[in-house]
């Protein structure tokens, strides 16, 4: 249904300063807005060729010619269609084969424009009547709800620092974890970030905390910065959208005197709200924002009109902006379009359509609905202010079932309520609360957004100028968005149900939901963690993400990204040129190709980059970010994006003229100086080299692992840029069980490579590590794979292991492979002594290095107390030594019908399973494990250690040239012989190396 607005200029003024206004961008209360001289409506058109496209109608009203149907009525002035960046190509043709999705409905959008005497209401009837027409709503206007070294970041435990925020939601701890590198989009008035792309500006300036490429002191070196040009956009330009988001820029005034060029009366809501979400951290300067790395798209959504109220007053200025729905479902279309994951919206209004969520989308929804429906598809995490006014009920589109609705706290944690009758609204659709008064962020230097309220550049303590106090919901909403993008940097793939289900899980009463608080306030640590996940009962440290494939033939052009929602926008061609996947499938599916499926191929990914800075591998060096920058050629379909590991590659290609994208995951350095990935040493095991050329006849960089070396030079790429031709180190892609995760990863934190299901538990390792909430894959109840003696002797499913019973007592057994293979000759030897400690070693050699491995143990699997159950034919793994590629050597105790054996077995390079005869024990002393490697040079490996089934430690630095382990005893007992290098009671153990000594 219509619902018109439209009253006399002194009614709406009136109707304005009658009710309590729902944003505040800063302060409690923003300047009041003057009647737009424009009335417009918002027309969905119907598909063709039923109806005139968007374009025919702007084209025949500027020319005064005769309009189709029921278009006359109202006589229009102007028209324009609703989004100015119109679809082309691939794009525009896939919305036009599918002219129901949101997304070609809103290309269908076109706004209106009348006299100010025109009745609205009535024009929207009539044009309600013509069968070209599905929707009319009115072009309305929303209001805005407003341990790093950054000098206003600390604060001291129990008072009321300038970003006390930040420590109610536990940021500093989960920093620990993730620093974030999400794509987070802002839908808002502008900020201060001047660039190349703003007239009069020759090189990034504007706020210091808020650059797209930081310099250090004046010079030219580079520091992260984190506002992205490359996803910026002025849609609030009604003569061409640009890059140039500033909030100051001139621009034509509408509805202004012809040719009116204006300046905002006010500035800064933008500014403070980005800050929050992405303001540089860890630069010694200002303020530190939710993400360190956080990537900000910024979709400008200002228009400037003639400032006519008596507010306007205040500011002393002949212009104001507005934010009209227009500009704002632009908006949201546009960062959807260019691949965000997040996109934070602190305004609101209290009156608007209720949307439907269910699918397919009725044939009369309005541009508003569809979309919110768009983004949702895509699997992005909208986050939008609850209001201010105190209302009982949450602004829109807060309330949408589709978006976080994020109400105000004030300190220490308190329902944000003004003795001026503002605070934060209320209602049946709150969801989560974070801090909304006096909360310090970057602020436009020199300028007030609200005087009345204090929301100015306030030049604080310790900070000096360009930051700024601001109170409202528009600054709690983007301390979620900003979780959300941290969230997102730890798990790209992580769907957005997931992700706003486990900030509520964590969430301060998160099992008692209330209208004023909803679940309360968010713990970040404790959403990493979650998100992280646990092995062994363990937060893993890192986790391993696609690095989706993609290749654009008309933009000849190799793109990366470990962001589904980048991927999607490539493939759709929403950016301007289409690609297709390629390379080997990785699982799932890619958000927004359920419902209209994608049609250029599922999700395919060479490699697997890691998702967060943390190294996984104790000790090992500082992992290298991915940097992805973009070069789009000028009048041409061509662009190059290039991938960087080193800060003075980044300043060399910013000079050659990419604009610096984001950050696309972290490799393993390469060792020390070595700029080839010749040297192995530091290789982590299960990873290949990551090489990148360029093709410079196609103007294309590219990067792949070392196996499609030939191909690409083939291809031929084959020059080396920077002087550096591999980048480091990641996992290929490759899945050996079928369960989703990656072989590499899976051998890092735990669970059998070999094995779906590594502790039987009926849940596959890729439905536990990669669902959500996340499932321990080694946790309880375990069964034989890689454990020993969990409860004492569990039964386990070995129904895959086949063995002849062979041996005896004192029988030697050896088994080799002379032909070697890529994994190196080996071999495999069991002895068994005779007496009371049945002793058996397994040694497997690598004959260029002469590396060994030794594994020494005694057998009493029923100390006191504890009943053996073990059946015949049950077996229970003794000993799990994995290598860096599929060879394994396992050794298990079996229960025969005649007592107990051994047997070891070996998986060569074909995947072929080797077994030694079974060998007779008796259960005589306690299990006793000797780790060790002879005659190796370095000091590189280490063991995953398990007791009773849980991850006991890490025996890192091990001393190969003294053949032994430093510190290596845990869960002793007595009697076992102290004397060997490790002595361990445990119930399995993983052998890990990052260069070889040893299966």
């Given at each position: ?365 309005i541009a508003y609905c569809s979309a919110l429906r768009h983004a949702h598809r895509r699997g992005v995490t909208m986050v939008a202010a609850s209001g201010n006014s105190t209302a009982q009920q949450i602004a829109f589109p807060a309330r949408d079932p ?436 049945d002793v058996a070693y397994v040694r497997h050699d690598l004959v260029e290095s002469q590396q060994r491995y030794r594994a020494r143990f005694q057998l009493n699997p029923a100390p006191t107390g504890a009943n053996l159950t073990m059946a015949t034919g ?126």
């Amino acid at each position: 249904m219509f619902r018109s607005t439209h009253r006399s200029r002194a009614d709406r003024a009136a109707l304005l300063c009658s009710l309590p206004m729902l944003g505040i961008l800063a302060g409690y209360a923003q300047p009041t807005f003057a009647e737009s001289p424009i009335t417009e409506l918002i027309v969905m058109l119907a598909p063709a060729p039923q109806a005139p496209s968007p374009d025919d109608l702007a084209d025949a009203i500027s020319k005064h010619e005769a309009l189709p149907g029921a278009f006359s009525s109202g006589s229009p002035i102007a028209a324009r269609p609703l989004l100015a960046e119109r679809a082309s190509g691939d794009f525009l043709a896939w919305l036009q084969a599918n002219p129901e999705d949101p997304r070609a409905r809103l290309e269908r959008a076109v706004v209106i424009a009348y006299p100010a005497s025109t009745d609205l209401e009535a024009t929207a009837q009539i044009l309600l009547g013509d069968p070209s027409v599905r929707t009319v709503e009115e072009n309305g206007t929303v209001e805005l709800f407003l341990q790093p070294n950054d000098p206003l970041f600390p604060q001291t435990p129990g008072t009321q620092g300038p970003q006390w925020g930040l420590h109610l939601l536990n940021f500093p701890a989960a920093w620990d974890y993730a620093r974030g590198r999400g794509y987070v989009g802002v839908a808002d008035t502008g900020l201060e970030i001047q660039t190349p792309d703003c007239p009069g500006v020759s090189f990034e300036t504007g706020h210091e905390d808020l650059r797209a490429f930081h310099r250090v002191g004046g010079t030219t070196l580079f520091q992260q910065g984190n506002f992205r040009r490359r996803f910026a956009v002025d849609v609030g330009n009604p003569v061409q959208p640009d890059r140039c988001v500033d909030e100051l820029q001139p621009e034509t005034v509408v509805g202004g005197t012809p040719g009116q060029i204006g300046v905002t009366d006010f500035a800064g809501h933008g500014t403070h709200v980005s800050g929050i979400i992405a303001a540089t951290t860890g630069n010694s300067t200002g303020v530190a924002g939710s993400g360190w790395s956080n990537g900000l798209m910024f979709a400008r959504t200002s228009n400037l009109i003639p400032c006519v109220n008596v507010a306007c007053q205040i500011h002393n200025a002949d212009v104001t902006q507005i934010q009209q729905d227009q500009n704002i479902v632009a908006a949201i279309t546009r960062l959807v379009d260019m691949g965000a994951q997040v996109i934070n919206m602190s305004f609101g209004k209290s009156i608007h359509p209720a949307c439907t969520v269910t699918e397919p989308p009725p044939t009369n929804e309005i541009a508003y609905c569809s979309a919110l429906r768009h983004a949702h598809r895509r699997g992005v995490t909208m986050v939008a202010a609850s209001g201010n006014s105190t209302a009982q009920q949450i602004a829109f589109p807060a309330r949408d079932p589709r978006v976080i609705a994020v109400g105000g706290l004030q300190f220490p944690a308190n329902l944000w309520f003004s003795n001026s009758g503002f605070g934060s609204n209320t209602g049946a659709q709150q969801e989560l609360v974070a801090p909304a008064r006096d909360v310090v962020s970057t602020f436009y230097t020199g300028q007030v957004h609200n005087p009345g309220t204090g929301c100015a550049d306030s030049g604080l303590p310790g900070a000096g100028t360009g930051y700024g106090l601001c109170t409202g919901t528009s600054m709690a909403a983007p301390h979620i968005s900003g979780l959300a993008g941290l969230l997102r940097s730890v798990d790209p793939v992580l769907s957005h149900d997931s992700i706003r289900a486990g900030m509520i899980s964590r969430a301060s009463q998160a099992t008692q939901w209330t209208p004023q608080l909803g679940y309360g306030y968010p713990n970040a640590l404790g959403n990493v963690e979650d998100t992280l996940g646990r092995i062994a009962g363990r937060v893993i440290r890192n986790r391993a993400t696609p690095l989706y494939s993609l290749y654009g033939s008309t933009a000849t052009d190799h793109f990366y990204t470990s962001v589904p929602q980048m991927a999607v926008a490539a493939v759709r061609g929403s950016n301007g040129a289409t690609y297709s996947t390629i390379g080997p499938a990785v699982p799932g599916t890619l958000p927004g190709c359920e419902l209209t499926p994608c049609p250029n191929g599922s999700p395919k990914a060479s490699l697997h980059v890691l998702s967060t800075e943390n190294n996984p591998i104790p000790g090992g060096q500082p992992l290298v970010p991915l940097y992805r920058l973009s070069r789009f050629a000028s009048g041409g379909n061509n662009r190059d994006h290039r991938y960087d590991v080193l800060t003075t590659e980044v300043v060399a290609d910013h000079g050659a003229g990419y604009y610096l994208d984001g950050i696309e995951g972290y490799l393993y350095p390469s060792c020390g100086t070595d700029t080839t990935c010749d040297d192995v040493s530091c290789q982590p095991a299960g990873t290949v080299a990551v090489l990148r050329r360029y093709n410079a006849p196609l103007d294309d960089t590219a990067i792949f692992p070392a196996n499609e070396l030939g191909t690409m030079s083939a291809s031929g790429y084959t020059q080396v840029l920077h002087g550096r031709s591999c980048l480091g180190w990641a996992y290929p892609n490759a899945d050996a069980d079928s369960d989703g995760v990656i072989d590499g990863f899976e051998r890092l934190v735990g669970p059998d490579p070999a094995v779906a299901d590594s502790d039987c538990d009926g849940n596959t390792d890729g439905a536990e590590m990669l669902g959500f909430p996340r499932q321990d894959p080694v946790a309880n109840p375990l069964c034989s794979r890689d454990k020993l003696f969990a409860d004492w002797f569990d039964s386990g499913d070995v129904s895959a292991w086949t063995t002849s019973v062979l041996g005896g007592a004192g029988s030697l057994t050896t088994l080799s492979n002379p032909g070697g293979g890529s994994y190196g000759p080996w071999s495999l030897a069991v002895s068994v002594q005779g007496g009371a400690a049945d002793v058996a070693y397994v040694r497997h050699d690598l004959v260029e290095s002469q590396q060994r491995y030794r594994a020494r143990f005694q057998l009493n699997p029923a100390p006191t107390g504890a009943n053996l159950t073990m059946a015949t034919g049950d077996e229970f793994n003794v000993l799990v030594v994995r290598s860096s590629t599929d060879a394994k050597v396992r050794v298990a105790l079996r229960r025969v019908a005649s007592g107990y054996r051994i047997v070891a077995r070996v998986v060569d390079n074909g995947g072929v399973l080797r077994a030694t005869p079974q060998v007779p024990v008796s259960l005589a002393s306690s299990i006793e494990i000797e780790w060790r490697a002879a005659q190796a040079p370095a000091a590189n490996g280490y063991l995953l250690l398990y007791v009773d089934g849980v991850l006991a430690g890490h025996v890192a630095a091990v001393n190969n040239s003294g053949q032994a382990i430093a510190s290596a005893l845990f869960g002793i007992v007595g009697g076992v012989d102290p004397g060997t290098s490790g002595t361990l009671l445990v119930d399995g153990f993983v052998s890990r190396r990052l260069t070889y000594i040893g299966p």
